[in-house]
């Protein structure tokens, strides 16, 4: 399973390795980092989501170079036969970019997890947190890129002609119809031709734990999208996609996560 609980968690504090991946859109004013050092899990460390992506870009999020992503993790103390338990404390449930990263790059599928409801939930069940960092001792993780787990922009424009997978947008309808303007500067209003739309808020309870996997099967069949696994996700800058690409992991097992990583901040520029 994608998704761990809190409970679980708990009892399992030292046997696994735990990742704040905490961002926030910048409208937001919030600091993932520094709300981190103010309060996170015990034995929890801070992958900075930001600084982790490709440096030599203009474009948000987009996946690094394997030496780079080996030296993050590395850097990290994670090897390669860890299991990885991934929390946010963010409205966009940017834990589920960090998980598609781990996939991405080739850590075993089974052994990375999302906790399910996050720290909003660990703290509201009153489970303890901690400010002290988490001591770290540096580790030699090795890469094994995916790279049919990512789809580019000439590959997304060529679908739109041949159809030989799906595209769903995990943006809101009103983005997606463009009927209102994009939050990030540069963009034109709309949507990919031929793409459908699942807001991945939908997916989402309040407490920030993903509905039941009936109700998301419900959701994905509510898009009219016709359903196998040659579907993948996109969204504003490759966050919320990869909500989706975890939700749709849960009533598919079979699936691999497939992101396109440039999304719309790529797609609609004007």
């Given at each position: 399973m994608s998704?761990v609980d ?5 009892k ?7 990742i704040?991946?905490?961002?926030h859109?910048?409208q937001?004013?919030?600091n ?7 309060l ?9 989501l ?9 474009l ?6 394997s030496?780079?992503?080996?030296k993050?993790?590395s850097n ?9 338990i991934i929390?946010?404390?963010s409205?966009v449930i ?11 790059y080739g850590h075993?599928a089974n052994?990375?997890?999302v906790l ?7 703290i509201?069940e009153?489970k ?11 580790s ?8 049919e787990l990512?789809?580019?922009?000439k ?7 041949i ?5 769903i947008d995990?943006?809101?309808?009103e983005?997606?119809?463009g009927?209102?303007?994009e939050p ?7 949507s990919?031709?031929?793409s459908f739309c699942?807001?991945f808020?939908d997916?989402?309870n309040e ?6 996997k009936?109700?998301?099967?419900e ?11 040659n579907?993948?996700?996109t969204?504003?800058s490759g966050?919320?996609a990869?909500v989706l690409?975890?939700?749709y992991?849960l009533?598919?097992?079979k ?5 396109y990583?440039g999304?719309w901040s790529?797609y609609g520029?004007?």
């Amino acid at each position: 399973m994608s998704l761990v609980d809190t409970n679980w968690l708990e009892k399992n504090l030292y046997k696994v390795k735990i990742i704040d991946c905490s961002w926030h859109m910048p409208q937001t004013k919030r600091n993932g980092l520094e709300e981190f050092q103010e309060l996170h899990i015990e034995n929890a460390v801070f992958f900075d989501l930001d600084k982790n992506s490709k440096t030599d870009t203009n474009l948000p999020h987009m996946l690094t170079d394997s030496k780079s992503w080996e030296k993050i993790l590395s850097n990290m103390g994670i090897r390669n036969d860890d299991q990885i338990i991934i929390y946010d404390n963010s409205d966009v449930i940017s834990s589920c970019r960090c998980w598609y990263n781990f996939i991405y790059y080739g850590h075993n599928a089974n052994l990375v997890h999302v906790l399910d409801g996050g720290l909003k939930k660990w703290i509201n069940e009153k489970k303890p947190t901690v400010n002290d960092l988490t001591k770290i001792i540096n580790s030699n993780y090795l890469a094994h890129e995916k790279k049919e787990l990512v789809k580019n922009k000439k590959q997304i424009d060529e679908n739109i002609n041949i159809n030989k997978f799906k595209v769903i947008d995990a943006r809101s309808k009103e983005r997606f119809e463009g009927k209102t303007p994009e939050p990030r500067k540069g963009l034109r209003s709309g949507s990919i031709k031929n793409s459908f739309c699942l807001p991945f808020s939908d997916l989402i309870n309040e407490d920030h734990t993903f509905i039941d996997k009936e109700k998301i099967l419900e959701k994905f069949k509510s898009t009219n999208c016709e359903l196998d696994q040659n579907v993948i996700f996109t969204c504003g800058s490759g966050i919320t996609a990869s909500v989706l690409a975890l939700a749709y992991s849960l009533i598919d097992t079979k699936y691999k996560p497939i992101i396109y990583d440039g999304s719309w901040s790529e797609y609609g520029k004007i």
